[in-house]
């Protein structure tokens, strides 16, 4: 029997975290060797096997100064300041990270962690948003005359406008036509707006009750129109390609790697 590959989950006791930690529990190649959440959280010091709605796994919730113990790879579901509180104590492990929201100092802080390990960030980690990325790069960039505009819906809990995944998808079109997203993003419209420029992207976020990810990459012709839309519907799919992830990560060297070498796309 090969041995399990040891994981640990910052964010043990969100939303996203209590799928990963599941996945790991029923898996057949991995173990879960230690699972931290915020030191406020009422979840410190609880069992993450019980937390998840699993038997105990004798793993209690502790506080990222605690350090990954024996764990080779970190799956981080946390927010901007757990991520790069993280940091110094990942050493080579690597980490594989799904926190959305950071700016783009911490996105630079983060980044310097490819220098010692694995470093994989993914605003998105379901397979049919990948290929989304894809379609939407080519789309921008054959359709380089069409309006681009990406419309997102997310549960009210969400913290984050727009959402990651938003971002990814704008940027992506910017970049197939050699844009800087910075420089044309628009975020909403409201009032006297004047007419809209060509070079533009427009970002918009719904929150709305339980929704658990929808997105929309609008591409308006003259006389013609194309929508892409993806729907996640369970957080199972971004638990399940953080965790192909992790075993494509275990093992390689340092770097920044991305979800489009884990699909080959
Ligand atoms: P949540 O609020 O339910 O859980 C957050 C978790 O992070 C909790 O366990 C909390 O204790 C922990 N945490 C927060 N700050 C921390 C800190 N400073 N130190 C240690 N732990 C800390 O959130 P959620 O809905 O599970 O989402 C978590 C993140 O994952 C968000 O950024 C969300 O946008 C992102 N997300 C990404 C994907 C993807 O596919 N990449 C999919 C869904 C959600």
């Keep these: 029997m090969t041995e399990r590959l040891p994981v640990a989950v910052l964010g043990a006791s969100g939303r996203m975290g209590q799928r990963v930690v599941q996945q790991i529990l029923d898996s057949d190649d991995l173990a879960l060797a230690c699972a931290v959440c915020r030191a406020d959280s009422n979840s410190l010091g609880a069992d993450a096997g019980l937390l998840a709605g699993r038997a105990k796994a004798g793993v209690p919730l502790t506080t990222v100064d605690a350090g990954f113990g024996d764990a080779r790879v970190v799956v981080d579901f946390s927010l901007p300041g757990g991520t790069l509180a993280a940091l110094p104590y990942l050493g080579r492990r690597a980490l594989v990270t799904g926190t959305t929201g950071l700016d783009a100092a911490q996105l630079a802080a983060l980044h310097t962690q490819a220098d010692a390990g694995p470093l994989l960030h993914a605003a998105n980690f379901s397979t049919g948003v990948n290929v989304l990325l894809a379609l939407v790069r080519a789309a921008s960039r054959a359709l380089s005359d069409f309006d ?30 050699g844009w800087d997203l910075e420089a044309v993003r628009r975020d909403g419209r409201v009032g006297h707006t004047g007419a809209r420029p060509a070079r533009e992207i427009g970002l918009h976020a719904l929150r709305a009750g339980g929704i658990t990810g929808h997105h929309e990459v609008w591409l308006g012709g003259p006389s013609e129109q194309i929508q892409l839309v993806h729907t996640a519907a369970s957080r199972d799919v971004f638990a399940e390609g953080a965790l192909r992830a992790t075993r494509w990560i275990a093992g390689r060297p340092p770097g920044l790697y991305g979800m489009s070498d884990v699909l080959g796309l």
């Design 148 to 177: 681009v505009e990406v419309v997102e819906a997310h549960h009210t809990r969400k913290v984050d406008a727009p959402s990651g995944t938003a971002l990814a998808l704008a940027r992506a079109a910017a970049e197939a036509r």
